[in-house]
C-alpha cells in the first residue's frame, strides 16, 4: 500500500528559528517527492520539487532533500516567520502512476 | 492571468441533491483532477482526466461523476449516492497526466451538507 506520513501533525515555534518539516514514504518507486503549502480555506501552492536523482532542491529560505533509501524527505524552513504559518503537504510522484500520494499535513504556526 | 478557477467558493446542499463544482482551467494543460479533503487528511483523488473525452476513477470515486467535453472544464457532480459528501474539494491540472508533470491546484470549493 502506497502511503506517505507526515510527523508532526502539528508544530507551533517562536520566530526566528530554524525547523524541520519531515515526511516519510513507502513506495519505492518513487520518481519525484514535492512539497506544498496551504493556507486556511485555500488550494496548495507548490513550494519544491525533488527528482528522484536528486538529493536536495533550494529556495530562498525553503531546502528540501530527499534520501531514498530511507524513504524520507524534509523541508527546512530557515529563520521562520510569522508568514510562514501555513499547512505544508508533501506529496509522493510514483513512477508509472498517474496520482499524487499525499500526507496529511504538518500545521505550523510561527509565534511573534 | 493563467490559472485554475472553482466556483462557487462556498457551496451548501440538502441530503438528497445532486450538485456540481465548477473548475476551469487557462493554462492549456490536457490532464485535470480532482481532489477530496477532510480534516487532518492528505488529499484523496476522486477523478483525473487525461484528455478531452477521456477519464478514469481515483480511490475514491463513488457517489460522483465528472465530464470532459472541453479542454478547460472538468466538472465534477456529488451525487446523492455519496454518503459523506461535506469536505473540501480541489481541483488540479498539468499538461500531461503522469508523476512527471506538476500539477497547479485551484482554490477549492467547501461543500457542506445541510
Known amino acids: 500500500k502506497q502511503e506517505v506520513t507526515q510527523i508532526p501533525a502539528a508544530l507551533s515555534v517562536p520566530e526566528g528559528e530554524n525547523l524541520v518539516l519531515n515526511c516519510s514514504f513507502t513506495d519505492s518507486a518513487i520518481y519525484n517527492l514535492q512539497w506544498f503549502r496551504q493556507d486556511p480555506g485555500k488550494g496548495l501552492t507548490s513550494l519544491l520539487l525533488?527528482?528522484?536523482?536528486?538529493r536536495e532542491q533550494t529556495s530562498g529560505r525553503l531546502n528540501a532533500s530527499l534520501d531514498k533509501s530511507s524513504g524520507r524527505s524534509t523541508l527546512y524552513i530557515a529563520a521562520s516567520q510569522p508568514g510562514d504559518s501555513a499547512t505544508y503537504l508533501c506529496?509522493?510522484?510514483?513512477?508509472?502512476?498517474?496520482?499524487?500520494?499525499f500526507g496529511q499535513g504538518t500545521r505550523l504556526t510561527i509565534n511573534p | 492571468d493563467g490559472g485554475i478557477t472553482q466556483s462557487p467558493k462556498y457551496l451548501f446542499r440538502k441530503e438528497g441533491q445532486n450538485v456540481t463544482l465548477s473548475c476551469e482551467q487557462n493554462?492549456?494543460?490536457?490532464?485535470m483532477y480532482w481532489y477530496r479533503q477532510d480534516p487532518g487528511q492528505g488529499l484523496r483523488l476522486i477523478y483525473y482526466?487525461?484528455?478531452?473525452?477521456?477519464?478514469q476513477k481515483g480511490d475514491i470515486a463513488e457517489g460522483y461523476s465528472v465530464s470532459r467535453e472541453k479542454k478547460e472544464s472538468f466538472p465534477l457532480t456529488v451525487t446523492s449516492a455519496q454518503k459523506n459528501p461535506t469536505a473540501f474539494y480541489l481541483c488540479?491540472?498539468?499538461?500531461?497526466?503522469?508523476?512527471?508533470?506538476?500539477?497547479?491546484f485551484g482554490p477549492g470549493t467547501r461543500l457542506t451538507v445541510l
Open positions: 493554462l492549456n494543460h490536457d490532464a
Open positions: 525533488i527528482q528522484s536523482s536528486q
Open positions: 482526466s487525461q484528455i478531452v473525452n477521456d477519464f
Open positions: 488540479a491540472s498539468s499538461r500531461g497526466a503522469g508523476a512527471a508533470n506538476v500539477q497547479f
Open positions: 506529496a509522493e510522484g510514483i513512477q508509472g502512476a498517474q496520482k499524487l500520494v
